[in-house]
């Protein structure tokens, strides 16, 4: 799927990211996981993984998403953005599918979701918008035996392609590393117009539930004013009931010349989404508690109360503020899950 021969017939053009890596026989894209063997571009990675861990769904991070549930989340090799902050590098960047995978068939992974009991499947650590075809496949099997499915992703993918990759995800989180080109060219080795492109696509021409998160990097990405524009586009472009979660940078591969991002940098950030009209918004990877609770937008008081990844309470009924009936975006049963913040790693067998 996705591609096309060059104009002079010796090379494959992949269609899947907006990178249209031209490919020569035996060559891989920039992904690294996307081959032209034998006349058509395939997925190298397609049932392998690097590892199975039952996660909470606050993790991804998804808030207003079936609160308080595990989900049953794995990755492969590879990316299609080169961010020299990564802090899954040791997966993104590998180059030893081999070494570094085990095997395993979408229709196993969705029946290890449902013996553990796990209300959806995540499909991240690394993007797996470049192994569209097995978290595809995976979450067909999914949805055949009730499970859920979560695309954790950058969003760099084509207007071609993404209606067959986002369609079978009942939510995504999408990474918007920043709010200028000059960013996305400088610490991604990407382009900042196709990511907004999906954004919008998935909010105004989907079913899924989206989440938004930013990670906030000193020095690069951290301008007053960018984060503005960023939160001001949301809100005009998107509508203010779009999660957005400020994410405290650490130093990792290849940017550490700087330091984590300030408590008062991602306040501020905070502070700004919420002056733009944003009407949830959380802080990450930094102990805030008053700042990672969901709020009422009528009343202001808070419906879902976290303690890290534990809930200590939810007032949500019918997917509305038990206090004043004021509808709160996102999708709930009645009742939250329990698994609070426990990582269980699995294996899948069959």
């Not at 269609?15 to 571009?41: A, I, M, S, Y």
């Not at 998804?62 to 794995?74: A, E, H, I, R, W």
């Not at 300030?262 to 930094?286: C, F, I, K, M, S």
Request: charged share 20%; net charge negative.
């Amino acid at each position: 799927m996705w591609f096309h021969p060059s104009s002079d017939g010796q090379r494959l053009i992949c269609d899947l990211c907006p990178r249209h890596c031209p490919l020569k026989p035996g060559e891989r894209g920039f992904c690294f996981v996307r081959e032209n063997r034998d006349g058509r571009v395939v997925s190298t990675t397609y049932g392998r993984s690097t590892g199975f861990c039952i996660d909470p769904i606050e993790k991804k991070p998804l808030n207003q998403f079936y609160p308080g549930t595990p989900v049953l989340s794995f990755g492969t090799p590879g990316c299609n953005l080169g961010c020299t902050f990564c802090q899954n590098w040791t997966i993104s960047r590998s180059r030893d599918i081999e070494a570094a995978c085990e095997k395993a068939e979408p229709q196993a992974i969705a029946v290890t979701a449902q013996r553990y009991n796990c209300t959806s499947v995540a499909f991240t650590y690394n993007d797996p918008i470049i192994w569209a075809e097995y978290a595809i496949d995976t979450a067909k099997a999914c949805h055949t035996l009730g499970v859920k499915t979560v695309a954790v992703t950058s969003g760099y993918i084509t207007e071609t392609a993404r209606a067959a990759f986002y369609e079978p995800m009942d939510a995504a989180n999408v990474d918007l590393k920043g709010f200028t080109d000059q960013f996305y060219r400088e610490y991604c080795a990407g382009r900042l117009q196709p990511v907004l492109d999906t954004l919008h696509w998935l909010v105004h021409e989907s079913q899924t539930w989206v989440e938004i998160t930013n990670l906030v990097i000193p020095g690069a990405n951290d301008s007053p004013d960018d984060i503005r524009r960023m939160c001001q586009w949301i809100a005009t472009e998107l509508g203010p009931d779009v999660p957005l979660h400020f994410s405290a940078f650490h130093p990792d591969f290849n940017l550490t010349d700087r330091g984590p991002t300030p408590p008062d940098t991602l306040q501020r950030a905070y502070e700004l989404a919420r002056e733009a009209g944003l009407r949830y918004v959380y802080t990450g990877n930094l102990y805030d508690p008053e700042r990672q609770h969901t709020y009422c937008p009528g009343c202001r008081r808070p419906v879902i109360r976290r303690q890290g990844y534990t809930l200590e309470s939810f007032e949500i009924h019918g997917g509305r503020c038990m206090h004043c009936q004021t509808p709160i975006a996102g999708r709930y049963d009645d009742a939250p899950g329990d698994w609070g913040g426990r990582q269980l790693p699995v294996r899948i067998v069959g």
